[in-house]
């Protein structure tokens, strides 16, 4: 036969294989076979980790910042919340930043706008607002507000308390594509151009204004959700029927004009789970970060439980089955990427 055949690869010891990764590492090549396995994994394996922080313990944190840093200095005064596996990349789950705004009287944290779409969910204090496209939103404890890609926004407190909410936003998933642009308003505070309420009323009635087209950022025109109506429908939905196993009685947050998420980088989702209601095990791809808005909620995990209280945030990672168990009747908020793997064709759940 052919003589001249090379030899198998097998025949190759470490180190000569290690030299030749030196010499195609200079000109920019690397082999696959080292880390096929590490790229295409059979499951999920993410560096996020489940992760808990109560509110009694962040809350006082919270109150030092604003003794150490003004808002208009800040531009925004925020405590990251930083995920335990992913110090260091402002991240809560691999693809979501979330952090918690504290915001005090008298005080405005100037307008601005990115390409990052922003969401909050209000935790505490009531009556500051957030300012979108020309649209004041007053906001109440449970709301939920968003701020899409690309819209002007800035919040004040005209209140006569502190004003905390949950911020989640897509910078990670913005980073990963390289899409990050940002601008300063010249003004503080934008002018307003529509009175308050003007979109829940154009928008948040089943009607929408006859010529209405979509806007470039493939967001809802809705900015506020307000609680009071999310808590309606959880409640009726749990005087209507039974809940479902693995989720209770859990709802998506909508644009009203298409049915789809109110941004399409993040869906955002309110959860009513009876007094001893124990979900079934669950788990599907997007990490979701959770806030409880009322009662206790157990949360049982493969290796670990913790009690989530209201305003506690916590955070559960992709494919990772856990239980929610309701020591007294709680809702829960929460919110991820799963918009985004669903438009790709990536999302998975299991019940297990
Ligand atoms: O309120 O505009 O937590 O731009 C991070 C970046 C909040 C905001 C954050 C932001 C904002």
Not at 225 to 251: C, F, I, N, V, W
Not at 284 to 312: H, K, W
Request: aromatic share 8%.
């Amino acid at each position: 036969m052919n003589d001249s055949r090379q030899e198998p690869a097998a025949a190759a010891t470490r180190a000569e294989r290690e030299a030749f990764y030196a010499r195609i590492g200079a000109d920019n090549l690397a082999p696959l076979w080292e880390q096929l396995h590490n790229l295409v994994t059979r499951t999920p394996r993410s560096d996020c980790q489940p992760a808990h922080w109560s509110y009694g313990k962040v809350r006082p944190y919270l109150t030092e910042a604003t003794s150490l840093i003004t808002a208009e200095e800040a531009e925004r005064r925020v405590l990251i919340l930083e995920n335990p596996g992913l110090r260091g990349k402002a991240a809560i789950t691999t693809s979501l930043y979330a952090g918690l705004q504290a915001i005090l009287p008298g005080e405005v944290a100037r307008a601005h706008r990115h390409s990052q779409a922003a969401m909050r969910l209000i935790l505490e204090g009531s009556g500051a607002y957030t300012s979108v496209e020309g649209e004041k939103t007053i906001m109440r404890r449970g709301d939920f507000v968003t701020t899409p890609s690309w819209t002007w926004h800035d919040h004040g407190n005209d209140s006569d308390a502190p004003m905390i909410w949950l911020d989640g936003l897509d910078v990670q998933l913005v980073a990963m594509l390289d899409a990050s642009f940002a601008e300063a308003s010249s003004e503080d505070r934008q002018e307003l151009r529509r009175p308050v309420g003007d979109s829940l009323l154009r928008y948040g009635n089943g009607l929408a204004p006859v010529d209405w087209t979509p806007p470039a950022n493939r967001a809802s025109p809705l900015f506020c959700y307000p609680y009071e109506r999310t808590r309606e429908s959880l409640l009726g939905m749990q005087a209507a029927g039974a809940p479902d196993p693995h989720l209770g009685y859990k709802l998506r947050y909508v644009d009203p004009l298409t049915g789809g998420s109110p941004m399409p980088t993040m869906g955002a989702y309110a959860q009513l789970l009876p007094r001893d209601f124990s979900t079934a095990s669950y788990r599907c791809s997007s990490g979701t970060v959770f806030t409880v808005l009322e009662g206790r909620v157990e949360v049982v995990l493969d290796d670990r439980v913790f009690m989530a209280e209201p305003n506690d945030v916590f955070v559960i990672p992709s494919w990772t089955a856990h239980r929610l168990v309701a020591r007294e009747p709680s809702i829960l908020f929460s919110f991820s990427d799963r918009p985004v793997q669903e438009l790709l064709g990536l999302w998975r759940e299991s019940r297990d």
